[in-house]
């Protein structure tokens, strides 16, 4: 049974960093093809990809946060850290992160965590 | 703004059949495979379709999708009000090497 959750501030201050950390359970990012996703939404908008790491470290980036974004993993502790740097009260949302089980040529998340809302305010 | 196209918002009556759209270009709808996503009200977005048509486990076969050349759609018969939700496509970009959702359509069973 595959599980995630997120975890991390529910609140930072304008210009602050944002760390954020993504346990699993019930598969590992050292897989072949697998990976793991980040997804934020702010209050009462729509999903907007960020970042996506997968089981080689290879990594990729929303073209429009990828100044702002680092992706890493923990295998060992069945992990992913994003950090977004330079927050903003635009910022704020619910950050998922995510399941993907290693398709080729499409997005797939076929498991997602219950979500963390992260308000950025001073 | 989205660069996947979806309609805002679609109704339609208990028992009926409804149709989301979702519109992109070559670089990514055209190029490679569409997901579907359910969010209930105050819920992670749960996987309704992959690989432009298929369903995994667990997801009846009132839904479906499919895809021709840069759009695709989503199509859902015998509405039920549970399905009340909102529904999102995604794909992946082969020029920009991300991945990307559409705007969402919030779909109302009257």
């Known amino acids: 049974q595959i599980t995630l959750k997120e975890s991390g501030p529910t609140l930072v201050k304008p210009t602050q960093t944002l760390t954020l950390t993504c346990t699993f359970s019930?598969?590992?990012?050292?897989?072949?093809?697998?990976?793991v996703g980040w997804i934020r939404q702010p209050p009462g908008k729509a999903l907007e990809w960020l970042a996506l790491?997968?089981?080689?470290?290879?990594?990729r980036y929303s073209p429009s946060l990828k100044s702002r974004l680092t992706i890493t993993k923990d295998t060992s502790k069945n992990q992913v850290v994003l950090t977004m740097t330079n927050m903003d009260p635009v910022d704020t949302a619910t950050y998922y992160c995510?399941?993907?089980?290693?398709?080729?040529?499409?997005?797939?998340?076929?498991?997602w965590g219950q979500g963390t809302l992260v308000t950025v305010s001073s | 703004q989205s660069v996947l196209t979806q309609p805002p918002s679609v109704s339609a009556a208990p028992g009926q059949k409804v149709t989301i759209s979702c519109s992109g270009s070559?670089?990514?709808?055209?190029?490679?495979?569409v997901s579907w996503y359910q969010q209930l009200p105050g819920t992670a977005p749960k996987l309704l379709i992959y690989?432009?048509?298929k369903r995994p486990s667990g997801i009846p076969d009132r839904f479906s999708g499919s895809k021709s050349g840069t759009s695709a759609t989503l199509g859902i018969t015998g509405l039920q009000t549970g399905d009340e939700a909102d529904y999102y496509c995604?794909?992946?970009?082969?020029?920009?090497?991300?991945?990307?959702f559409g705007g969402g359509t919030k779909l109302t069973v009257l």
């Open positions: 995510a399941h993907d089980p290693g398709r080729a040529a499409g997005l797939l998340f076929d498991y």
């Open positions: 019930g598969f590992s990012l050292s897989t072949s093809g697998v990976g």
């Open positions: 790491i997968y089981w080689n470290d290879d990594k």
């Open positions: 070559s670089s990514n709808i055209g190029n490679n495979y």
């Open positions: 690989d432009n048509n």
């Open positions: 995604g794909t992946w970009d082969s020029s920009l090497s991300a991945g990307m």
